[in-house]
């Protein structure tokens, strides 16, 4: 299955790496300006700005009444995801930070080169490099540095591990090539496809040498020829010269220019973004990212408004800083510049939104509550790599469903092997074949019976065997779980003002929601059959009002809470987070891995299903694996890697978060507010628009399974579950695992400074010695007692989260952490959030996520994004099922 586009950020140490990662998305990736302050990689999603279908004239019924009005298609524009501005459309993008290189990392210098292996899935680099000269090339503090050279020498460092990796077998390849009488593209691409590579990128790599000699001649020179050309299709790079708010820069970058083509780089402030950001969050200015424009209250009073757009007052320090900003970055470059950079990186790639419809006639989703959600166009956008097929985006879209057809715009009917790109077979209806089985997925559709599919497809699905139709049964049953008697919402209340979590604590605490009148079931060209009979509640135990839904956080590591003056020196991880599983030394491989930790080429959605078998050869998974306190964990599917509790329906929480005692929480304080019910059902409802993971997460939801609901928050780590809408303090686990997703892991914030609103205090943007203009080091401050707590404010509607770093040793070093994931059901999916890894030391990480305010069932943040929940499941077999499970396995 395509996996979604990764977008690496390489760099010499405290290039400003992280600091341009924070600048493209909402993290709070840590930062310093000494060198490898990043050790462990950083996950997070940016958004990349592109033209969005609705704005095509060419496009039905789409002609705007006047040249400068929007066309119609764009007033029901309603991204999912991201936003749709004046036909702009904000694509969420993977991007991840690594640790800085050095030269000769590739023999191990610098903190060695797994860092380098980091990079293995990435699709594209942005090349940060410090322009101000002020760091060597190791990263540490100088004046003067020429970094002209730093370009040169991070690419060999790169072509010298890949090339180092194929000598190491070149022997034994050559041999073997020799024997089977194997294609140069077949031998090369068995190596290449640790590096996430395709045929097709070997088989360019080899057309743009045209080599004379067979692959067994190959001498040193032409294999090092070969690298350096694979090294250029496979990882097309971006360079960033950032730090040009300092007044060196200049010079720098006029030498860069000279040597470098001038379609490759891009010059960025990626500081400057993130200061504006932050104040523009803290309310005092006006500021949308990668704008050249910034409003101060003294601006908006200036132009009219007597309130200054309600921003805050800033002092005088604070004002000087904004003015230096504007005269060295936004006046003189149009923008901080940190917003192209991306765009350059998906132009190199060459990505093509493809927006996936359920109806090609009226481009919607057929999904949604009110009248207007159903209305709503163009809901979903993925990006795929220039040269894919409708087919390679299929399985992109729906996973493992055999296809019966596609089509596009017009209703004309697509091939697979058709390509896709801007403006050409990239609106689709994708349609499975009904007879599609999920409950034993096949691993790859049965293409031969493809074409002989009569079309339209036949109405004769059944529930129990087509997902999207189970799917679609699986609404009734929510209707019957959740009658709509009790308190009924009108659709009119429900899609007016936030949803709140209910803070009444009547009864169970529910408000039950007349969900056939909010989400009536999507109009499809498939009818689905009559419901089946609904199981009996001991078989299907799915979310029952007013029993909890327990976080699998909350469950694994004792909770207590903890304060400033009580703050415990950590106990141990449980030994399964030490990389290992109880019975045996065998790490917790992705199933996508081999044993050396490069990916296989074949990923099922299965690969969110039970781990490695101990001791198995290839491909081969674990056995369930026990967990203490968990019991035997047999499957597992998450739309996001940090995974709920195994269903237990009505056990109680052991115990109680924020609390010494053995207090349990009681079932009914964690009520399942309606907006999360109304999300749940608008995912059931639409699964096409859905990732494979959520998809399959859905499928679970059928009779025969226990099953468990738990909330993620897209842009949000997935411990936020239910009870978090309930429990207005919630005090942290005290242990978990340090998070190879540190996007999350290092914040800057500082409770105090929170609690006060003084959340930019003079010491988080202090300029540096050097006399940067907004330079300085902010977030390096580790000193402060740390402790986790998150605290909610319902009246306001604002969450927020703050973990705290509690830690026994204070030189945070990860480098022994072993490297596999311990995370027990999440893949090394291309996921926000990466996967889990264990901390060797028992050192905790600390996370801070930015305030978000609800709205309906989604999520908006300070810069106007919505966001929409997401729910996962996680669901246990039954002991027939898990049998087959296990043979099928051992296949
Ligand atoms: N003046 C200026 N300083 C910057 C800019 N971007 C980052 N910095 C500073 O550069 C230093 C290093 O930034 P990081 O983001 O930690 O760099 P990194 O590349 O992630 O470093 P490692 O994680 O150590 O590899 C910090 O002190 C930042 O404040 C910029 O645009 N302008
Ligand atoms: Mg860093």
Sequence with gaps: MPRDPLIALVGKPSSGKSTTLNSLTDTTAKVGNFPFTTIEPNHAIGY??????????????????????????????????????????????????????????????????????????????????????????????????????????????????????????????????????????????????????????VARTLDRLALKQPLQEWDDKTIELVVNTFVDEKFPTVIALNKIDHPDADKNVAKIARVEPAERLVLCSAISEVFLRRLAKQGFVRYSPGSEFVDTREDLIEQGDPDGG????????????????????????????VNQVLTRASEVLGLVPVFPVRNIASFGSGDGGGAGERAAVFRDCVLVKKGSTVGDVYRKVMGDAPMAYVETVGGVRVGEDDEVGVGKNDISPFIPRPSYNTKRPSRRPDISTIKSMPSP??????????????????????????????????????????????????????????????????????????????????????????????PLRERRWRTRALTTADAPAPAPPPHWAQGSTPDNDVPWYADDEDEDGYETEDVSPRTILPRRRPGAGRRRRTSPVEIPGLGRRVAGVASRPWVAEPWRGGEPIPQRPGSDSEETMSADEVPMPDHILRSIEDLVASPSQHSPATRQALSMLNPGREAGIGLGITGLPTLHTVPRYRVPEVHWPEH????????????????????????????????????????????????????????????????????????????????????????????????????????????????????????????????????????????????????ADEDDMLD
């Excluded at 679609?472 to 009119?492: D, E, H, K």
């Excluded at 010695?769 to 986790?788: K, L, P």
């Design 48 to 201: 990349l700005h592109l033209a969005c279908a609705c704005s095509r004239t060419s496009l039905p019924n789409n002609t705007p009444p006047s040249p400068s009005a929007p066309t119609p298609l764009h007033l029901r524009c309603k991204p999912n995801y991201g936003a749709c501005l004046n036909g702009i459309r904000s694509v969420p993008i993977e991007l991840l930070d690594v640790a800085g290189l050095v030269p000769g990392a590739h023999l191990g210098k610098g903190l060695g080169n797994k860092f380098l292996d980091d990079l293995r899935h990435a699709d594209a680099f942005i090349h940060v490099v410090d322009v101000s000269g002020t760091t060597d090339q190791e990263g540490k503090a100088t004046r003067g540095y020429d970094p002209s050279a730093d370009i040169a020498w991070l690419r060999d460092e790169i072509v010298r591990w890949v090339l180092g990796n194929l000598m190491q077998k070149w022997g034994g390849l050559k041999r073997r090539h020799t024997a089977i009488k194997a294609t140069a593209v077949e031998t090369l691409q068995g190596q290449f496809s640790g590096y996430g590579s395709t045929s097709a990128v």
């Design 310 to 337: 309600g921003l805050k007052e800033m002092d005088e320090k604070l004002r000087t800083r904004i003015e230096n900003l504007k005269d060295m970055v936004l006046y003189r470059f149009g923008s901080t510049g």
């Design 457 to 550: 497809p036949p109405q004769r699905t059944t529930c129990d065997n087509h997902l999207h139709h189970r799917l679609r049964c699986f609404v009734p049953y929510l209707q019957q779980l959740y009658p709509a008697s009790s308190s009924t919402q009108t659709p009119a209340a429900a899609s007016t003002g936030p949803s709140l979590p209910p803070t009444s604590e009547t009864g169970s605490g529910i408000r039950h929601t007349d969900h056939h009148a909010t989400h009536p079931l999507p109009p499809s060209t498939l009818e689905p059959s009559p419901m089946p009979p609904i199981a009996p509640p001991q078989t299907f135990r799915l979310y029952t009002p007013g029993t909890p839904l327990i």
């Design 736 to 883: 978990r695992p340090v998070s190879r997703s540190s996007s999350f892991v290092y914040g800057g914030s500082d409770t105090a400074d929170r609690d006060s609103g003084a959340y930019l205090a003079d010491d988080s943007m202090s300029s540096s010695d050097d006399g940067d203009a907004v330079g300085g080091n902010d977030w390096e401050d580790d000193s402060r007692d740390r402790f986790m707590s998150a605290r909610q404010t319902p009246e306001e509607g604002v969450f927020t989260l703050e973990l705290h770093k509690s830690s026994a040793s204070s030189n945070d070093s990860f480098t022994t952490a072993p490297q596999r994931p311990v995370n027990p059901t999440g893949s090394r999916s291309s996921s926000p959030f990466g996967v889990l890894r264990p901390a060797a030391n028992g050192v905790l990480d600390y996370a801070s996520v930015p305030m978000r305010r609800y709205v309906g069932n989604g999520l908006v943040d300070p810069l106007g994004r919505t966001e929409r929940l997401s729910i996962f499941t996680e669901a246990r077999m039954t002991a027939d099922e898990e049998d």
